[in-house]
């Protein structure tokens, strides 16, 4: 028998919980309220189905060149507290997270790490889309976009809802080993100017900044709040990601910020998106089962995915659009459906 | 004095409780959204009154040519793991649900069954509509067509929201003795042509599932969503049901998932409904007490409709309209009131 | 120190609790989900404040020619269960709040009860309008009404609602003393005829029951639905009453069913009623503190009315309006705000 | 390490409830529905971020003439029963919260003060506005306003919405130690001629009202509904502000009553206040730590709303706008985000 998403989950929560760092798993800046919100518009949207016809679909996609079995990659990835708890590890996670991207045919997407770490990630096998952090020191991040480029990844690019510091649910700036600083526009043109890959704009979060990303020369953006340490009472990212679909019609969008299911991934799918980002998911199934419950996890949110794709009535990735998505929002409200922390917000860190 | 539906319920689940089987009645692909937000949607339809001028009504219809006391009839039922744990059983708990729905002037369904079992059932008395599963032995199909309409089936269909396999809640594919496969237009077209029964296509959850339904040359439909086993997310029934009814007039609709009061079924019956499916009820109520539970739940549920059909003044079922329908869900969003399984949803099966 | 709103409930509650009937206190057909539904609408609607200029506003009023101190009175009274339960009384409870209504300058008014105890509620003093249960027995019903009158009520009426039974939260028939039937117009028409005082039909619940009951020659309504005893998924009251105060605008409008606070006094006599009628409360005062509890309820819903009406710059009754209100319902929904039960929901009634 | 937030609030409501006064943190006139709805109301208000180009905002403004470090100030503070019961203070609390916004570049705000300690207020440093009781005896009146120029006040006023007494959680009017009374628009042009100081109208909950405080002379109001004492069901700050910045557009408007977070203060200023004054946030900083928790307060709402400035593209607060506000109230409806106050609700006030 298959892996269940559920044995997964419980499975790397119990063991996050063992060592007291569920709390880390739900970001939040401020009040969180981000993540709930966030979850609530997730789960006002419902499907109708299409079955009559419909053959079984398939999920195979295609994001800055590279083949991939499914429109769902690793949203940039730092060190992580709370996988450092669980260690020692033998095989360094983030490599083993990697790994499990590349056994699946997803791919891999790296944040705040070094540049030797960002080589091992690498070799794993998963293409991997390197997002610098806006260091206050200008040559360490030229440094990186150039590193990314020697080391074989297939795009770099910023994560701009780091300009002013994020904020996690303790309310203290969440990677606090960085001196971070805001970019100028003419900044971001430089990054995009020299670097030969395509540049990404990540933490995407109105039209606005779509329009921006687009004019300095970046080919892609991600739509994110960051988990939830960006910015506290963030607009839901579906809410916010189909007028942004219709800014930039020419951009790659990829969105994150708690998606959990198969299902999320197709209703961001049907709202403009090329690829859904997971980041806790994830952390989550590295502690369940390292590599394995990485490559377990995707496939399982892919056999989702496939499975509703096939009974709304979309063969393919490029086919999904918004026609079987019904809003039932303003009827009812689901609050919880997808919450696969239970009780943990209280709990306290242990440092 | 006559039995009362919280004690049926009551009896019913403490013995389903008794071994362990509650979480069983609540399927739910992936995360059980789908029945949260169904309840939630019939539970934002409120009446107005229409008393003055109004007299007892009557709750006589048919369906596929069959006088019923009540537009109420058995959903699909399959082999129930639910009443399997609670056998050894003297007579099989299919054929008291069928003898108490003959008792009660109600029509019986099957899903799953084997073709023998399901000749035993129409020897109860109540008429039956036999939906086939979608077997990827189309000879077995073929087969079950043929014996259902040699026993004396009133109609036979197919439940297509099994084209892509069913999910429980235990995110394990639900009935998991047969091989099931998505069926070809063509392959349905052939089914309607080889039976000399009214057929209908089970599983519709939208307009273009409804139109070409109406275009193989199926009779009815019912619109259902498989009590959450089909798809995550599923648009609510009575949400969808409207536009479906109007855009294939001619056809038999019936509806189930979630069905639970005599109110919820005049609900349905306003918004395009020709009959109303239940299962879960079924189980509860056969659980309680056998045939005997059955027959008194379906009198119950029939008292109820009579009641409200009486107080928002429809005399008889074709008057039913949604005149006296208003909605409510924008304003509040009663998300309780129906529950009636109480706080099972932690259960665990016990294997 | 006058008594507090709180400290009457409290003390009711605890008296009711404490011989186990509070579940008698939140009727409800089937689901109860009316009882929920209507104050969850209640809580929708929200006050701005019209403060400069204002002056302390007066909130007498006239109903069926009595001058009253407020435009609050007894909704239909009936033997009742609960209050049974706390006997014996030494003076009768109905007669206690009779008599507590006209110390407080209220009116009364009663359903179910003897001819009898009619007269010996009427000589509490306070003006009483009497409504007719549909008894089955036409002469009864006629007794009823002229005896009312030779008694010296201001009004008589009938509660068409219970038409086809009342249910309570038990789902048995409410007051099952009596044997009742719907009554034809013609019978209606007839009850109207029969007497000389203005006929009131209680239980309207729609428009079109309203133009009927004008249509019959009834001087006024009374927008209910018996509690929550009438029909289950009940449009709340105060969702209906403008429409029904459109188009009756010659009618005297009362209402009833979950009114708890002046300041849901306030929102009826905004959207349309005349009058407002209370049971519940009333119980629970008469149980916390009989004829004088009564008086302190009225005295106290009386300084709420009276204050809010300041505040939003109302001076009299007749001078309210919906112009100071605001609806919220579809951006939260406060759903508990004056429930004053508490947890007494699953208390089990004893026998 | 800087404080943070959530040490200030725990540490201050552990002292306030080891005296058993945390009820009277949520103050609320009958039901307190007014709090929970306008925190509801507050909470459905989201942001999207407009990041490329922004830089790091400044929150100074300028109130009555006087710079401010940020647009948050004191809501008018009376004696308080809660700090009272912490006493005795060496340094008298009021005092100590006058002199910690000092620190912080704050202002205060008085309500119902005695003159003298009113001069010892002034003393501390923070520019204060005097609001005056509408107190019965107009010589008394008349003397605060004289007093309060004297002394250096920066503005006077008058807290309409205690015209017709205030109302606390239990149900008593709230400081009973003033006899207050109606004010005529012709006592209200008086006050505002009397005084040289820019006169606040106070309690100002429509345009019906604002309009009417224009007229009198007044040269800023306050949209506030007395943090719940005013008015039960009280229309939310946020949802009335608007239209009373549109219907002024010349006054100075402030708010207050439930602003507990930066964002909360971003909202606010974004439809339409300049600036925001908070009461229960200070009581509790003040309980906290005295003068360095209210520093500390002001100066961490100061760097959330600089941060969130930021995010939202802001440079100033001139420059704020609503164009980066969305609506989320009608598809979710986030309950309790900001609750700062835990499970207090029921604890008893001890005597």
Request: with cysteine; proline share 4%.
């Amino acid at each position: 028998m298959p892996a269940r998403y559920s044995d997964i989950v419980s499975k790397g929560l119990e063991r996050i919980r063992s060592v007291g760092m569920a709390a880390y798993l739900d970001l939040g800046a401020e009040t969180r309220s981000q993540n709930r919100l966030n979850r609530r518009y997730i789960d006002s949207i419902v499907f109708e189905m299409r079955i009559l016809g419909s053959t079984l679909a398939d999920t195979k996609t295609e994001l800055f060149g590279q083949a991939l079995t499914v429109p769902i990659l690793a949203a940039a990835l730092c060190k992580s507290r709370v996988l450092e708890r669980l260690g020692p590890w033998e095989i360094p996670y983030l490599e083993q997270i990697a790994a499990g991207l590349a056994d699946a045919g997803s791919m891999m997407s790296t944040g705040g790490v070094e540049l030797d770490e960002l080589a091992r990630i690498v070799d794993q096998g998963a293409p991997v889309v390197h997002i610098v952090k806006p260091y206050g020191d200008d040559d360490l991040i030229l440094r990186h976009l150039q590193r990314a480029a020697e080391l074989g990844c297939v795009a770099v690019g910023m994560d701009i809802d780091a300009f002013f510091q994020e904020k996690a649910w303790d309310e203290e700036p969440g990677p606090a080993d960085w001196a971070l600083s805001p970019k100028s526009l003419d900044d971001m043109r430089r990054y995009c100017r020299e670097t030969t890959l395509p540049f990404v704009v990540k933490g995407v979060l109105s039209v606005h900044d779509a329009l921006r990303a687009q004019d300095i020369g970046a080919s892609a953006v991600v739509v994110s709040f960051h988990g939830g340490e960006a910015i506290d009472y963030a607009v839901p990212i579906l809410k916010i990601l189909p007028a942004i679909r219709e800014a930039v019609p020419e951009l790659t969008i990829m969105v994150d910020s708690g998606f959990r299911r198969g299902t999320d991934v197709l209703k961001a799918l049907a709202l403009g998106a090329d690829g859904v980002g997971i980041a806790t998911l994830l952390l989550i199934a590295c502690a369940a089962d390292g590599r394995a419950g990485v490559k377990a996890m995707i496939e399982l949110l892919a056999e989702e995915l496939r499975r509703t794709m096939s009974l709304v009535g979309s063969p393919s990735v490029a086919q999904v659009d918004r026609s079987a998505l019904h809003f039932v929002g303003r009827e009812s409200g689901d609050t919880d459906s997808s919450n696969i922390f239970g009780d943990d917000e209280n709990e306290k860190r242990e440092q």
